[in-house]
Each structure stands twice: as structure tokens, then as C-alpha cells.
């Protein structure tokens, strides 16, 4: 009954404490909401959404901006002032998420010290909680790398046919502005969003020299930047551009089959890797169903608990090394 009574006591004041800030936080959200909706107003006619009978724009003008809202607030002060939070705010532009990294990591911050308070309010062990606390940042961290590598690896994968149709636009009598307009047109995302933009970066009065470069800078990928490069000298020395974006293409085609043969020479090493992750969590789940008491030792004796943390620890170095091994630059 003690026990009980301390824990109701303890969850009452996280409640006390928790309430207000999540409905200032709401009302917060709220006003800001409704200071931005003449902005959005203005932004919706520029986009043609408010015009009668007249079609929106394909592009989206949030596209165009050059770095994303900052949060408001001390904490919101103290990350943006991270260099973390510069990294962070080039994986979200790189994964095509309009969100400001530093107002992210003021709503993870929220989230992980109110799952926290409410883990430790339930007499829960306190390890527990910083886990669910720590994973309420790295897993969004984690997707976003995921969703960033992903549409990377697509773009690369479209750029020997951006090149070619670069070049035909060109060959074509198209200007270097008009043919990224026709990739931006023609072809899908994250290629025809991107050079989208650099067409419509340079149609508001920014240097198509300029425009490239913050391409180059975004997406900071290597065959990207072979792309600009090519393009700053010739627009300096002359020259026949066509070619050199065939040769570029072709280069960038032989380098693809080339990464496609080492994924499949480094699929053994990826799999074995996969088995012995998957290992230790297979045979932890066969002696919870042959024998829980024998098991349960991992979490609820000290000593157990402590081989528990050197076994992650242990698994994800080694999957780390795994990684390294296989990870073959190209």
C-alpha cells in the first residue's frame, strides 16, 4: 500500500508537471499556426491554388527555400547552435522533408522526457526508460538516414538518363536553363525535383553557375559534382557540352554495373552478418519458451543485466566491423 500510494503520488506530479507544458506547447502550436496563415494565403495564390478556373503549379515553391524555419525558444536557440543540428538539417534537405532540424529535436526532447517521466512514474527499471528515451531520437535519426540514402541512390541511378536527355535537349537547341526545365518535366523524383529547382532558382534571377553549386552542395554527390564541374568550365572555356555529358553518362552506367557486381560478390558477407544479428535474439526467444525462469536471469539479476548490455554493445560492434568489411568504395 505504500508502495502504491508513493507511485500515485509520483504519477500525480508528472501529471501536474506534464499537463501544463503539453497544453502550452498546444497553444503555442495553435498561435503560430494562425500567425502563418496569411503567409500560406499569399504562398497558395503564388502556387495558382486560389485562382478560379487556373491550374497549381507542378513545383512547389517550398522547394526554393534556402534553409528551413529555425525553432523559437531557449531550447530551440541552444540546438540550432549544434553543429549537429547543421548535419541534421542536410539530411532532412537531402531526404526531401520540409521540417527545421532544430524544432525537431525540440519535439524528440519533449517526447523522450515525457516517456521517460511516465516509465519511471510506473516503478519501471530506470534503464528502461533512458532506452525508450534514447530511442525516441536515433530511431526518426535512423529513418531519415535510411530515406536520405535511399533517394541518393535513385538519383544516381537516374542520372545517366538525366545526361542523355540533357544532351539530346541540348543537341536540340534548347539553352543549358531550358533543358533542366525539360528534365524537371520529364522526369520523376528526386531528379526532376531537384533540377526542378535549379531551373526555377535561376528563372528568379539567380546565375545558373550559382544554382548548379547549390545543387552540387545538396545533394553532395560525387557524380553530381563531376556534372557541375563539367559545366562551370565549359560555360569559362567553350565547347562542345553534349559530348561531354554522353562521356559523363556512360562513365556513370559503367560504375553502376560496376557497384551491382560488387553487391553481388558482398552478398555472402551481408548475409552472414544478418544470421549472426539475428542469432542471439532467436535462441533468447527459444529459452523464453523452454524455460522463462532460466532466462529472465538476463534482466532481473544484476549480473545478467550487465552481460545483457556487453552482449548488445558486443553485437553492434560487430556489426559495425561486418559493415566496414563489406562496404567497398567505388
Keep these: 500500500m505504500i508502495l502504491l500510494a508513493l507511485g500515485g503520488d509520483t504519477l500525480m506530479l508528472v501529471l501536474l508537471v506534464a499537463g501544463p507544458l503539453m497544453a ?4 503555442y502550436q495553435l498561435v503560430a499556426d494562425l500567425r502563418s496563415a496569411p503567409k500560406k494565403k499569399v504562398m497558395g495564390r503564388l502556387k495558382g491554388q486560389m485562382t478560379s ?17 529555425k525553432a523559437v525558444g531557449t531550447l530551440g536557440q541552444m540546438f540550432s547552435r549544434m553543429s549537429f543540428t547543421e548535419r541534421l538539417q542536410t539530411t532532412l ?18 517526447i523522450a522526457s515525457i516517456i521517460l517521466a ?17 530511442a525516441v531520437y536515433i530511431l526518426p535519426i535512423l529513418y531519415l538516414s535510411y530515406r536520405r540514402k535511399k533517394r541518393l541512390n535513385k538519383l544516381v ?13 541540348l543537341r536540340a537547341g534548347h539553352s543549358l536553363a531550358s533543358g533542366m526545365q525539360v528534365i524537371g518535366n520529364e522526369m520523376p523524383e528526386p531528379a526532376g525535383t531537384e533540377f526542378a529547382r535549379v531551373f526555377h532558382e ?7 553557375e550559382d544554382a548548379l553549386s547549390n545543387l ?9 559534382r563531376f556534372f557541375v564541374t563539367a559545366v562551370l568550365i565549359q560555360r569559362q572555356t567553350g565547347g562542345d557540352l553534349a559530348e561531354v555529358l554522353d562521356k559523363i553518362s556512360g562513365v556513370i552506367r559503367d560504375r553502376i554495373k560496376l557497384h551491382g557486381t560488387v553487391q553481388a560478390l558482398t ?14 535474439f532467436l535462441v533468447l526467444a527459444a529459452m523464453l519458451k523452454i524455460n522463462y525462469e532460466y532466462a529472465e536471469l538476463l534482466w532481473v539479476h544484476p549480473t545478467g543485466q550487465m552481460l545483457s548490455m556487453y552482449a548488445i554493445v558486443s553485437m553492434i560492434m560487430g556489426w559495425v566491423m561486418i559493415k566496414k568489411i563489406i562496404n567497398i568504395k567505388i
Aim: a negative charge; zero cysteines.
Design 24 to 27: 502550452f506547447y498546444g497553444v
Design 53 to 69: 478556373g487556373g491550374n497549381a503549379q507542378k513545383f512547389n515553391f517550398e522547394d526554393l527555400r534556402k534553409e528551413a524555419p
Design 93 to 110: 534537405e537531402q531526404a526531401n522533408v520540409s521540417w527545421s532540424a532544430s524544432q525537431l529535436l525540440v519535439n524528440l526532447t519533449l
Design 118 to 134: 511516465g516509465l519511471v512514474a510506473l516503478r519501471l527499471p530506470i534503464l528502461a526508460g533512458l532506452g525508450a528515451a534514447v
Design 157 to 169: 541511378a537516374q542520372l545517366p538518363d538525366v545526361f542523355e536527355l540533357l544532351s539530346q535537349a
Design 202 to 208: 535561376q528563372n528568379l534571377g539567380l546565375k545558373i
Design 216 to 224: 552540387a552542395e545538396r545533394m553532395d554527390v560525387l557524380d553530381v
Design 267 to 280: 552478398a555472402e558477407g551481408r548475409l552472414s552478418g544478418y544470421v549472426l544479428l539475428a542469432l542471439p
